[in-house]
């Protein structure tokens, strides 16, 4: 694990949709696990955390395109110079379930991939939703791996509903033991809420505006965790003490600010 940017290379780029991309790395990322994180470094731009979203001898991280920073990412052409630091986080506990559940919204994919193809030995059902069906990224990857149940807002895709709408019933029916999620926190309450009820446990994975990526400046702070090392997956016992989960976040530069706002915030 390296603190201090490494040199590393753009090894591939594969277009995912018009807005998200992959970025293979030439070099791998040492011991990183599902749900961990790197941070990315384009420099004379900035440096931001993103999910691992390929873990299996090589790394990559997958990008949706928002503000300044993933337009230079776009930019990015083969053979280009990057500097990655991490990996960071905790990562999911892939040992705590007998059968999974794995549920993503949009983007969430990224980190829950890899932990699809981990677990694949014990025949996870997969809940992807989405706005619609352009924006449901890795369907031949996770579709070859096991069950996935689609959803979208629009319903050009699966049901049309929400991801968290269908949970209850695959709990129910699968007899789920553990729930892993990832996507916007308002989703992952109602996937927290949905658990408590059916009484399973669920890790999720969870977002904060983050400098320095390893615990020390507290940019990342929810009720006393620290999302960078704490997290970003944290249990149902630890999501039961956070006030702030699903309603607050901090912005860059510490105000604390409801969750539409923290999502529509650019820089
Ligand atoms: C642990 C973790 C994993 C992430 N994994 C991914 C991923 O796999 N793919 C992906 O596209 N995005 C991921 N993100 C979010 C990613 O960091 C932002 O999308 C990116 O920084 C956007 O920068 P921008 O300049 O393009 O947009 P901006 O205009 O700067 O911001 C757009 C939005 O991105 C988020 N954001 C911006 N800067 C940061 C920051 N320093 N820390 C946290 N969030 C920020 C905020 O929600 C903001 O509203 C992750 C964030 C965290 C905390
Ligand atoms: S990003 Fe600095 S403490 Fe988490």
Known sequence: MSDMPVSNRVRKIVEENGEVRTIFL?????????????????????EKPLALSYLNGEAAVTVQ????????????????????RGPYGNGFDVNACKKPCIIAG????APLAPLVEKLAKKKPVVIMGASG?????????????????????????????FASDILAGVIEREKIDVVYGCGPEQMLKKVYEICKKNKVECQLSLERYMHCGFGVCGSCAIDGFRVCVDGPVFSSKQLSKMSEFGKFARLKYGKKVGLSEYYNWRE
């Open 26 to 46: 030439e070099y791998n990322v040492p011991g990183a696990i599902p749900g961990q994180f790197v941070m990315l470094w384009l420099p004379r731009v900035d």
């Open 65 to 84: 395109r928002k503000g300044k920073f993933s337009e230079e990412i776009f930019k990015l052409r083969k053979g280009d110079y990057i500097g990655v």
């Open 106 to 109: 949009g983007m969430g994919m």
């Open 133 to 161: 069906k352009e924006r449901l990224i890795f369907r031949d990857r996770i579709g070859k791996i096991c069950k996935v149940e689609y959803t979208t807002d629009d319903g050009s895709c699966g049901k049309k509903c």
